[in-house]
DNA sequence: CTCCTGACCTGAGTGC
DNA sequence: TGCACTCAGGTCAGGA
């Protein structure tokens, strides 16, 4: 489900409700999602400080004191809801977390739910961060200052599968997903079936452009509700009304009016129009 | 290395 | 109503 923008709008939402409080209470309601989660979770960051919250990729970290990172993927179906009074947890609500309230009294609820338990939960030492298995292989972030279109035309020089999924990798660019792989192919005119290889010099730098705005754009809006995600405070993320192509399949393009086509590859399906994507 | 498939899981939608 | 089937925003392991 959650892409960069999704994932960055649940993180500066949970901001005030965590930045600079206390974990009082923690509930976990089952010991695995995708996978195992840490033995006595709620028992670890309760009584801890919340002293930040960065996001890398697709993942938010939880920095608490005493040095320890609470590492949350949202997976496919993953959502993130803030409460100010005790919430009623529903099925696949698993875990929550409550705050000490803030200076005007107030506390927060903090609950993932995630339905098809594709996502997942760490708890692991500040020190351990760097190596950790699902952040070492990570590439630059799109929005931060070692992308740019020299590097992106780098990366794609020597990838032979079509651009599509080459910009799915997340060691290459980290934070895409499939609908803002199709948007950004959209705005740069790029067919998702061309060869990665041979995307150069301008088509290169449109496409870099592409990727950054379209991020820029979705985040401003609060993501893309489409199934699961809503931001933490309930509204829904707006760039879905923003979408040129994705799920849009026998629309008429935005640019053009020509019907928008959709094709599956690598087990995901793609959405472009064949008309202004070359 | 790169590329693809299958696996993980539930729920919503569709067609009969 | 019910059943069978397909599909969904991610990514990892395994094999070619």
């Not at 997942?120 to 950790?132: C, K, R």
């Not at 020089?157 to 599509?164: H, N, V």
Request: proline share 7%; with cysteine; glycine share 8%.
């Amino acid at each position: 489900m959650p892409e960069l923008p999704e994932v960055e709008t649940v993180r500066r939402a949970l901001l005030p409700a965590m930045q600079g409080r206390k974990i009082t209470a923690a509930f976990v309601g089952r010991d695995d999602l995708r996978w195992p989660l840490p033995p006595d979770l709620a028992d670890r960051i309760t009584g801890r400080h919340v002293a930040g919250l960065d996001r890398r990729a697709k993942y938010i970290l939880i920095r608490l004191s005493g040095d320890e990172v609470l590492l949350l993927h949202l997976g496919m179906s993953g959502s993130v809801r803030i409460h100010h009074t005790p919430p009623q947890l529903a099925k696949h609500d698993h875990v929550m977390v409550e705050m000490a309230p803030d200076a005007t009294g107030q506390p927060a609820f903090v609950v993932f739910r995630d339905p098809r338990r594709f996502g997942w939960i760490d708890l692991f030492s500040a020190t351990a961060e760097s190596q950790h298995k699902l952040l070492a292989n990570l590439g630059p972030e799109p929005l931060g200052n070692e992308f740019s279109p020299a590097y992106l035309a780098a990366c794609l020089k020597t990838r032979t599968g079509p651009i599509k999924t080459v910009l799915l990798n997340q060691q290459l660019v980290a934070g895409l997903g499939n609908i803002y792989v199709s948007e950004a192919l959209f705005r740069a005119g790029i067919s998702p079936r061309r060869r990665a290889s041979s995307i150069r010099g301008v088509r290169a730098d449109r496409l870099a452009t592409a990727i950054i705005d379209t991020l820029r754009a979705a985040i401003a809006d609060g993501g893309t509700s489409l199934r699961d995600h809503v931001q933490p405070g309930g509204d829904i993320g707006y760039f879905v009304q923003r979408l040129a192509v994705y799920g849009r399949a026998g629309e008429p393009c935005p640019t053009c009016a020509a019907p928008v086509q959709s094709l599956v590859q690598a087990g995901r399906r793609s959405f472009y129009c064949s008309h202004c994507q070359r």
